[in-house]
């Protein structure tokens, strides 16, 4: 059985934990989160980290990822049907987190550096990856 947690963005990483718990009776791990819980995208997109072998990881999976609905692989077997769970935030807590998010990203050189209105505006044209140089 797969579970795939799904969202944009933002918002996932507390519900990883939640779920990953649940499916361990509660059990406390401090390995990071994406290694118990893998991202579905960087498998084929990250050449830095080794992609995990989906089937080779314990059952019940559960999988990260930052697709749209349309785009998560489905399952072909009708019997052994994927749970997927969507978190979805309201847009002004998601603006904030993110704004928090690339300010940071200043003391490696490319994050926003750029007044908060400047950067709400980017957000609401939907031109976030002009944020990031």
């Not at 989906?54 to 399952?75: C, E, G, M, T, W």
């Not at 940071?104 to 209105?117: A, C």
Request: charged share 20%; aromatic share 16%; with cysteine.
């Amino acid at each position: 059985m797969f579970a795939i947690l799904t969202s944009f963005r933002l918002g996932t990483t507390w519900v990883q934990e939640i779920v990953w718990q649940i499916f361990n009776e509660g059990q406390v791990n401090s390995d990071h989160i994406n290694q118990r819980i893998p991202f579905l995208e960087w498998s084929s997109t990250n050449p830095i980290e080794e992609h995990p072998d989906f089937d080779a990881l314990p059952s019940p999976r559960i999988l990260k990822a930052h697709l749209p609905y349309n785009i998560v692989p489905k399952s072909a077997n009708e019997g052994s049907k994927c749970k997927y769970i969507y978190v979805a935030r309201n847009p002004k807590y998601v603006a904030v987190s993110y704004f928090k998010f690339v300010t940071s990203l200043k003391v490696f050189g490319n994050g926003f550096n750029g007044p908060w209105e400047f950067y709400t505006k980017l957000f609401v044209e939907g031109n976030g990856k002009l944020i990031i140089k």
